[in-house]
């Protein structure tokens, strides 16, 4: 098993990456390539756009790679998303890409393309307290397809789709815009005022699209700063609402999030 480390986004930290790299050598199951490219900086990016999409091309047409493992997220595959999932070359067809975060943008794309996406941690997540449970996670997935590495509530056979709120709301109705009839859609976000929540919430189940879903389960709003003034509803009474009055079902919740426990949640199972 080869996977291969691109950063679509924002650069790697060294020390991350050396973690990880030790972790693959010491569990001996799989050959880890970290790409040059993930160390590249480009003021907010791992490199310029052409640098960082030329890389992921690179990864994606090697026939002896089985994995796209996305370093980290941040901000930034948007602008190359639509890129890599045009023209795409033979071999990409054959593996799985593995991220979360802004790395949803990816996975949204190369799903409407028919590649095989999973959200769940990257590398950059070694660094989180408790990282190493959540890189061993994803290993075991990419690795053996363990099925103690997925999210508890999927449903054998049934496809779900997990992303970022804030990334959902952002790509919506653009032509990376995955199909999402019938999918059980999970979400979580970081860092978000409850009002920003309110409006992702607003924008998403008033997608047409989005609407297809089969229902939405709501993994951890973490991290949320204090509004001023308060904005008097939380979180997930916020989600509640929104799909009450799109006709979604709330579904419950579900085990992602910015964290180290983030669970692995495969677009489609059965094509896993």
Aim: with cysteine; hydrophobic share 45%; glycine share 10%.
């Amino acid at each position: 098993m080869k996977i291969a480390v691109v950063a679509p986004s924002c650069t790697l930290r060294p020390e991350a990456a050396e973690a990880v790299a030790s972790i693959v050598a010491a569990r001996g199951d799989a050959e880890l390539v970290i790409h040059p490219q993930c160390f590249f900086s480009d003021g907010h990016f791992a490199g310029p756009d052409e640098a960082r999409l030329a890389a992921l091309r690179e990864v994606m047409a090697d026939e002896s790679v089985d994995s796209v493992w996305f370093a980290r997220g941040g901000y930034g595959s948007n602008r190359i998303a639509e890129a890599a999932a045009t023209d795409l070359p033979p071999a990409a067809g054959s593996k799985t890409y593995l991220g979360y975060s802004d790395g949803g943008f990816l996975l949204a794309a190369f799903d409407r393309a028919g590649l095989s996406v999973a959200h769940g941690p990257m590398v950059q997540d070694i660094a989180r307290p408790g990282g190493e449970s959540a890189i061993h996670r994803a290993l075991d997935w990419l690795v053996r397809r363990d099925p103690a590495a997925l999210e508890p509530g999927l449903a054998p056979g049934k496809r779900a789709m997990a992303f970022n709120l804030t990334v959902l709301s952002h790509l919506a109705g653009t032509p990376i815009e995955p199909n999402f009839n019938g999918a059980e859609l999970l979400i979580e976000d970081v860092a978000e005022h409850e009002y920003r929540i309110d409006r992702s919430m607003f924008h998403i189940t008033g997608s047409a699209a989005i609407r297809g879903v089969s229902a939405i389960r709501m993994g951890r709003m973490s991290d949320i700063p204090d509004n001023d003034p308060v904005f008097g509803t939380d979180a997930e009474s916020i989600v509640r609402d929104w799909c009450a009055r799109s006709g979604i079902p709330f579904a419950g919740h579900a085990d992602i999030g910015h964290d180290a426990a983030n669970r692995v949640v495969p677009f489609n199972l059965a094509r896993n």
